[in-house]
């Protein structure tokens, strides 16, 4: 399991560097082969024992955060989200730029604001960063115009349960990595996409389909949990400890018949508790996977996550190791797999 | 065809759920095709091989809007939310059908005041669905979360309108069963798509033409028409006024040379037709279009009342038209 580590690195999306060089080294001794495609896409292979039919599995390794986009004369950082960040999580956090310089998103104090202002949405554009230049040359040193803006938070562990940033999705790719580590061989190929750019609209894996030509496509996320007690039960998304969440439907795909219902099938099989994901909002890499190329049946199973496109998520262990040997499990099944 | 139409428009087949739909065009075509297969998504093509080594690509989307159950509560209520663009206040007070129940949907109110303000912001978050299950456990075997359901709604005809639930795009898939039956050997190859997952985001049009890489796609499907109280006044399209050959709309711009070609055979053919400019929507052209390479693409609409309600109204003569239209079409050089 690698969530410490996978979390604490900057990914935002366009800049994975970090993210897939520490996957490429730890994984590289374990699998057939190895690349990194033209958009950054890195992709693994391990070759079937039957090899008649060929199976992804994907989860994205950016994470939500900003871009520099102009340095103020007084020496703070005017900047944009990459991804769906919502504007009132964003001030008073830590964040790091271009994976060195640590900044502050100021907030305004509440001792110097009036009731209505209070109460008002804040908007990016009221918004800075400060670094504690106290000039545009200063800051001009540390910084530049398109640098990239990660949040900072450190993992940590307590009752079960983990907190971090970007669960959304190092989740999946910790998943992923925990099931090349096992070793072990199945009947299909098996192909592990740690693909780039997903929240700025599932642009890496509009090229994955092309490359392989696969016959399934499972995508491992870490999904919105929702399960607040300010909300009635029944408009949440997934409740944390619950089991992995299998998906039927979100934005833009409704999900392969087929490879759903195996999925539940196999979750029942090996008693590996499990829940339905029961809002459709947002969309994941299935929904390009099912819609590039020739296209292919792509199914997702996730993770609960609370919190996700902020600062700090969290998530329940049970849940990601449930995960993991629920997509073992379903690999095991090698051909009889979604018949 | 009225038969057919009936059938079709009645058939159950949300996105996602479209095996009842190409079950039933497969059964119609038998004997009128050269071949079939269904691609990776699940899409239905079939073919009838012509001389020319030219093909073309007709495209109706097997799917219709409809909803998804996401929550049962104890008591064996339904919580739903829409698969495609489903306007709440088409269900209230009417039924939901699924694949083996029919429900009863409403709204939530438990004060007079409350229950007014939910009917005027209708919101599936405060509507239910009643299946008469007593509890949970009965609800989930009827239909376990997950479970789709459409309009409960028949067919009816009325003079010349044909008036039922899910005219978009059955009435497509309709036109092109019928191609199929009238055309005898085609100049032509004649590629028939009835695809999956149009009204969750065209999903299926995607990648319908990659294997059998056409030279020109068309997708027959619905437009919306201008030609009942109050309508929307900056459209043209009106029912009975021939097939409409659209222009334009907000996801794609019709190939300009197939546009001309199917003008110039209307016009031979003395066929009525209309064009067409929508302000809004899309079909499946705006996808087939960027098919590998890039394909062709234009369509063709039938003209419309009351698109996404469970009432869809077209014209018979705009569909025998169509039919005519696009036959003749089909017939020459690409």
């Given at each position: 399991?690698?969530?410490?580590?996978?979390?604490?690195?900057?990914?935002?999306?366009?800049?994975?560097?970090?993210?897939?060089?520490?996957?490429?080294?730890?994984?590289?001794?374990?699998?057939d082969?190895?690349?990194?495609?033209?958009?950054?896409?890195?992709?693994?292979?391990k070759?079937?024992?039957?090899?008649?039919?060929?199976?992804?599995?994907a989860?994205h390794m950016?994470?939500?955060?900003?871009?520099v986009?102009?340095?103020?004369?007084?020496?703070?950082l005017?900047?944009?989200?990459?991804?769906?960040v919502e504007?009132?999580?964003?001030?008073?956090?830590?964040?790091?730029?271009?994976g060195?310089?640590?900044?502050?998103?100021g907030?305004?104090a509440?001792?110097?604001?009036?009731?209505?202002?209070?109460?008002k949405?804040?908007?990016?554009e009221?918004?800075r960063?400060?670094?504690?230049?106290?000039?545009?040359?200063?800051?001009?040193?540390?910084?530049?115009?398109?640098?990239?803006?990660?949040?900072?938070?450190?993992?940590?562990?307590?009752?079960?349960?983990?907190?971090?940033?970007?669960?959304?999705?190092?989740a999946g790719?910790s998943?992923?990595?925990?099931?090349?580590?096992?070793?072990?061989?199945?009947?299909?190929?098996?192909?592990?996409?740690?693909?780039?750019?997903?929240?700025?609209?599932l642009?890496?894996s509009?090229?994955?389909?092309?490359?392989?030509?696969?016959?399934?496509?499972i995508?491992?996320?870490?999904?919105?949990?929702?399960?607040?007690?300010?909300?009635?039960?029944?408009?949440?998304?997934t409740?944390l400890g619950?089991?992995?969440?299998?998906?039927?439907?979100?934005?833009?795909y409704?999900?392969?018949?087929?490879?759903?219902?195996?999925?539940?099938?196999?979750?029942?099989?090996?008693?590996?508790?499990?829940q339905?994901k029961?809002?459709?909002?947002?969309?994941?890499?299935?929904a390009?996977?099912a819609?590039?190329?020739?296209?292919t049946?792509?199914g997702?199973?996730?993770?609960?996550?609370?919190?996700?496109?902020?600062?700090?998520?969290?998530?329940?262990?049970?849940?990601?190791n449930?995960?993991?040997?629920?997509?073992q499990?379903i690999?095991?099944?090698?051909?009889?797999?979604?018949? | 065809?009225?038969?057919?139409?009936?059938?079709?428009?009645?058939?159950?087949?949300?996105s996602?759920?479209e095996?009842?739909?190409?079950?039933?065009?497969?059964?119609?075509?038998e004997?009128?095709?050269?071949?079939?297969?269904?691609?990776?998504?699940?899409?239905?093509?079939?073919?009838?091989t012509?001389?020319s080594?030219?093909?073309?690509?007709?495209?109706?989307?097997?799917?219709e809007?409809?909803?998804?159950?996401?929550n049962?509560?104890e008591?064996?209520?339904?919580?739903?939310?829409?698969?495609?663009?489903v306007?709440?206040h088409?269900?209230?007070?009417?039924?939901?059908?699924?694949?083996?129940?029919?429900?009863?949907?409403?709204?939530?109110?438990?004060?007079?005041?409350?229950?007014?303000?939910?009917?005027?912001?209708?919101?599936?978050?405060?509507?239910?669905?009643?299946?008469g299950?007593?509890?949970?456990?009965?609800a989930?075997?009827?239909?376990p979360?997950?479970?789709?359901?459409v309009?409960?709604?028949?067919?009816?005809?009325?003079?010349?309108?044909?008036?039922?639930?899910?005219?978009?795009?059955?009435?497509?898939?309709?036109?092109?069963?019928?191609?199929?039956?009238?055309?005898?050997?085609?100049?032509?190859?004649?590629i028939?798509?009835?695809t999956?997952?149009?009204?969750?985001?065209?999903?299926?049009?995607?990648?319908?033409?990659?294997?059998?890489?056409?030279?020109?796609?068309?997708?027959?499907?619905?437009?919306?028409?201008?030609d009942?109280?109050k309508?929307?006044?900056?459209?043209?399209?009106m029912?009975?006024?021939?097939?409409?050959?659209?222009?334009?709309?907000?996801?794609?711009?019709?190939?300009r040379?197939?546009?001309?070609?199917?003008?110039?055979?209307?016009?031979?053919?003395?066929?009525?037709?209309?064009?067409?400019?929508l302000?809004?929507?899309?079909?499946?052209?705006?996808?087939?279009?960027k098919?590998?390479?890039?394909?062709?693409?234009?369509?063709?609409s039938?003209?419309?009342?009351?698109?996404?309600?469970?009432?869809e109204?077209?014209?018979?003569?705009?569909v025998?038209?169509t039919?005519?239209?696009?036959?003749?079409y089909?017939?020459?050089?690409?």
């Amino acid at each position: 399991m690698y969530l410490k580590e996978l979390t604490e690195l900057d990914g935002v999306s366009g800049n994975e560097q970090q993210v897939r060089d520490f996957i490429n080294q730890r994984i590289k001794d374990k699998v057939d082969d190895l690349r990194v495609d033209v958009l950054g896409n890195l992709i693994a292979y391990k070759k079937g024992t039957k090899g008649r039919r060929k199976i992804v599995l994907a989860a994205h390794m950016d994470e939500v955060g900003f871009m520099v986009t102009n340095i103020e004369e007084d020496g703070t950082l005017a900047f944009s989200p990459v991804g769906g960040v919502e504007t009132q999580v964003m001030p008073g956090k830590v964040v790091r730029i271009n994976g060195k310089t640590i900044g502050v998103i100021g907030y305004k104090a509440i001792h110097i604001q009036d009731k209505e202002s209070l109460l008002k949405p804040l908007s990016v554009e009221q918004l800075r960063i400060y670094i504690g230049a106290k000039s545009k040359e200063e800051a001009s040193k540390q910084v530049k115009i398109g640098d990239y803006v990660a949040f900072t938070t450190a993992f940590d562990q307590e009752n079960g349960r983990v907190t971090g940033k970007a669960f959304d999705d190092r989740a999946g790719c910790s998943v992923l990595m925990d099931l090349i580590e096992k070793n072990d061989r199945y009947e299909d190929d098996l192909y592990f996409a740690f693909v780039v750019q997903e929240e700025v609209g599932l642009r890496g894996s509009a090229v994955v389909v092309e490359q392989i030509h696969p016959d399934i496509v499972i995508v491992i996320e870490g999904t919105t949990a929702g399960d607040d007690p300010e909300l009635p039960e029944y408009q949440w998304a997934t409740h944390l400890g619950d089991g992995p969440a299998v998906t039927f439907m979100h934005r833009g795909y409704v999900v392969n018949k087929k490879i759903y219902e195996a999925i539940l099938n196999v979750a029942v099989k090996y008693s590996i508790p499990h829940q339905a994901k029961r809002r459709t909002a947002g969309g994941t890499d299935a929904a390009r996977f099912a819609r590039t190329g020739a296209g292919t049946a792509a199914g997702v199973v996730s993770v609960p996550s609370r919190y996700i496109h902020s600062p700090v998520s969290m998530i329940d262990l049970n849940d990601y190791n449930n995960a993991v040997l629920l997509l073992q499990k379903i690999l095991e099944e090698g051909e009889a797999f979604a018949r | 065809m009225i038969d057919l139409i009936k059938k079709l428009t009645e058939a159950y087949g949300p996105s996602g759920r479209e095996e009842e739909v190409h079950n039933l065009i497969l059964q119609e075509l038998e004997d009128h095709i050269d071949g079939y297969k269904f691609d990776n998504v699940g899409n239905l093509l079939v073919w009838k091989t012509g001389s020319s080594g030219k093909k073309v690509l007709f495209d109706a989307h097997a799917d219709e809007i409809g909803l998804v159950v996401t929550n049962i509560d104890e008591k064996g209520f339904l919580r739903v939310e829409s698969v495609g663009g489903v306007p709440p206040h088409s269900y209230v007070g009417h039924r939901v059908r699924f694949s083996n129940v029919v429900g009863v949907i409403y709204v939530e109110g438990e004060t007079e005041e409350e229950r007014k303000k939910n009917f005027t912001n209708l919101n599936l978050d405060n509507m239910f669905v009643d299946i008469g299950a007593k509890s949970r456990e009965e609800a989930m075997k009827l239909t376990p979360i997950g479970s789709f359901g459409v309009y409960d709604s028949y067919f009816y005809r009325n003079g010349d309108l044909l008036i039922s639930k899910s005219m978009d795009d059955r009435i497509g898939c309709a036109i092109i069963v019928e191609i199929f039956k009238r055309i005898g050997k085609p100049h032509n190859t004649i590629i028939g798509t009835f695809t999956v997952q149009e009204e969750v985001g065209l999903v299926g049009a995607s990648v319908a033409a990659y294997t059998l890489v056409p030279d020109v796609c068309i997708a027959v499907d619905v437009t919306d028409s201008s030609d009942y109280p109050k309508s929307f006044k900056r459209h043209s399209m009106m029912l009975g006024k021939g097939p409409a050959i659209k222009i334009k709309d907000r996801a794609s711009i019709s190939n300009r040379n197939i546009v001309e070609k199917l003008v110039e055979t209307a016009e031979q053919q003395k066929i009525p037709y209309q064009m067409e400019v929508l302000t809004f929507g899309g079909t499946n052209a705006a996808v087939l279009q960027k098919t590998r390479s890039g394909i062709p693409s234009a369509t063709v609409s039938i003209a419309t009342r009351y698109v996404h309600s469970p009432s869809e109204t077209v014209s018979l003569n705009d569909v025998e038209n169509t039919v005519e239209l696009l036959i003749n079409y089909a017939g020459k050089g690409v």
